[in-house]
């Protein structure tokens, strides 16, 4: 490419980029007004058919874009946090916490969507709600919880051979499937390879294949049924060169965002102990190596 040829590349793109950020940052200004332009009946005064005309023929605002707007914008309105949030980031920013939020806790989420990406916010408004659940059901009384059908279309030889078992166990499918489980556990335990003191952060080949065995290629998060993106070591590489098998876990990439964000719970001890918390615990040795990786990540 000629000096003059990249030189003209390069003010297009300047100018475009420019452009852009200000279509953006105007479009958010006339979105944060729909509410008011709404409820005051602006649209009919002005002689349009519809707030969904007005706001199109003026701004060129789809139907669906209006509607969003209101939707959220009415959940958050008694939230000022968010509404700042909403007026410097959009909408979007802020619809994933937009019906979890409280009067109380607007100010929390708010800190939430400042440092996590959508997806990964996404996914601890997700874990919250669920913890949330969980708290409101008596932890010791795990009998009383709700019991989940499972539906299973299995060979009939195979089906057979579990209703013995089934049998065998009283009746009751939660034994047999502890059983079957813990029969897998005991076969990954014997497998396990050593830990090895490291001399890169490449992790050997035998233990990088083991652990995603034991994932079944999944994240390891509890219940998360995504595909496993990375191998985290729980004890943070910087602070111990180890791979250890049983420090690593396979995790998405929203889980294991969190984990650096230091929201989770219990992360020395087994994924299925594993619980989100609401802030990350400054006293961990953890804290600092994670507080690095986040200034390589920040949301977009
Ligand atoms: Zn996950």
């Not at 719970?265 to 600092?288: G, I, L």
Request: aromatic content about 6%; charged content about 30%.
């Amino acid at each position: 490419m000629s000096k003059r040829i990249e030189g003209r590349v390069q003010e297009l793109h300047v100018r475009f980029v420019n452009y852009g950020r200000n279509a953006r940052e105007w479009m958010r200004k006339c979105v944060m007004l729909l509410p008011e332009i709404e409820r005051e009946r602006v649209w009919e005064k002005k002689g349009f058919g519809s707030v969904y005309e007005y706001a199109g023929k003026l701004a060129g605002m789809s139907r669906s874009c209006v509607d969003e707007a209101l939707r959220v914008l009415k959940r958050i309105q008694d939230k000022p946090e968010l509404i700042l949030v909403a007026e410097e980031r959009g909408i979007n920013a802020v619809k994933p916490v937009a019906t979890i939020a409280t009067p109380d806790t607007a100010a929390f989420w708010a800190g939430k969507v400042e440092t996590m990406s959508k997806n990964t916010l996404e996914v601890y408004v997700h874990e919250v709600r669920d913890q949330e659940k969980k708290c409101e059901i008596n932890s010791e009384a795990t009998q009383l919880l709700p019991r989940k059908e499972l539906t299973m279309t299995l060979d009939p030889s195979l089906a057979a051979q579990l209703e013995k078992l089934c049998v065998a166990s009283g009746g009751d499918w939660n034994v047999v499937m502890r059983k079957l489980l813990e029969a897998r556990d005991a076969v990954l335990e014997h497998e396990q390879p050593e830990a090895v003191e490291a001399t890169s952060r490449h992790i050997p080949a035998e233990i990088e294949k083991f652990v995603i065995k034991r994932s079944g290629g999944l994240c390891e998060f509890p219940k998360c049924t995504r595909a496993y993106a990375i191998l985290h070591h729980t004890q943070r590489f910087a602070l111990e060169e180890v791979h250890d098998p049983a420090r690593l876990v396979a995790l998405c990439v929203a889980h294991e965002r969190l984990v650096h964000l230091g929201l989770i719970a219990y992360e020395d001890e087994a994924p299925n102990k594993w619980a989100v918390r609401e802030e990350a615990d400054p006293s961990e040795k953890k804290y600092a190596v994670d507080q690095k990786v986040q200034k390589f990540r920040r949301p977009g």
